[in-house]
């Protein structure tokens, strides 16, 4: 009897030793549930591709997290969050003062300008003298929409909508004036065929406040285990140069910023 309990105990570790990722834990990963080039993007059959997928899924193999999509309404994003739907926020999401309210993020893994684009032919300038009496497009519950309406919103209509392709839409289509967005978000844009109506017209003038220091998977406050087990992968990932590796896929400039 003891050689059979012998055998079936040899048995049970060989095989959690040979299955790859037996242990691993799984993470519900929140990502905006629209197309958000080149960063995330979904095919028909629902598969999400672009440079943020690619650096969830190098950071989940570092940290040996089983991390699974779970598309969620960008307003919708954080109570999912704080609600346990899921477990944390991949979807380049600035880490600013207001969201630490409620959130706790990673160290930054990439920070990029905030733009205003407007059609080519248009003479405005990122600033609030250069939009006065004009319409901006922003996206709802964004860094952007705070931004426009703290600068630009007592000489200028802000109008928000529901996805960042509204937004595009809208601008090219004429109905309003211009937009401010992620610089390179918008360069997606920009190079597409809809998109040549229009060009930036500048960075906004930095405010840390509200921009944020750059961007960063955003966590349950308390949940050290998960952020300490995040962190020690970006920084995996940058120093043996699968970062890199990636990001040159994507773009022709350093992405992680200063």
């Not at 940290?63 to 999509?69: N, R, V």
């Not at 919103?153 to 004429?174: H, M, P, R, W």
């Not at 003038?205 to 962190?231: H, M, Q, T, W, Y």
Request: proline share 3%; glycine share 8%.
């Amino acid at each position: 009897m003891k050689f059979w309990v012998k055998i079936c105990a040899a048995a049970f570790v060989l095989a959690t030793v040979a299955t790859p990722g037996f242990a691993e834990e799984t993470v519900k990963v929140g990502i905006a549930a629209e197309p958000y080039p080149p960063f995330t993007v979904p095919d028909a059959s629902g598969k999400w591709s672009g440079w943020e997928v690619d650096f969830m899924n190098a950071i989940c193999a570092k940290a040996q997290l089983k991390c699974e999509i779970t598309p969620t309404a960008w307003d919708g994003i954080i109570p999912a969050l704080t609600s346990h739907k899921i477990d944390m926020i991949i979807s380049s999401m600035s880490i600013n003062a207001e969201r630490e309210k409620t959130i706790d993020f990673s160290d930054k893994y990439y920070n990029t300008p905030a733009i205003v684009v407007a059609a080519k032919d248009s003479t405005i300038k990122p600033t609030a003298e250069g939009l006065k009496g004009k319409i901006i497009g922003v996206q709802v519950s964004t860094t952007h929409a705070a931004y426009a309406k703290k600068y630009f919103g007592k000489t200028a209509q802000i109008k928000e909508y529901e996805t960042q392709d509204e937004v595009n839409q809208d601008l090219a289509a004429g109905r309003i004036d211009a937009l401010q967005a992620d610089s390179v978000t918008e360069k997606a844009w920009l190079d597409s065929d809809q998109g040549k109506c229009c060009d930036s017209k500048g960075d906004v003038a930095f405010d840390k406040e509200i921009l944020g220091s750059g961007v960063g998977v955003g966590l349950r406050k308390g949940d050290s285990a998960l952020k300490d087990k995040i962190n020690a992968a970006i920084k995996a990932i940058r120093a043996d140069g699968t970062y890199d590796k990636i990001s040159k896929k994507y773009f022709t400039f350093d992405i992680y910023g200063s």
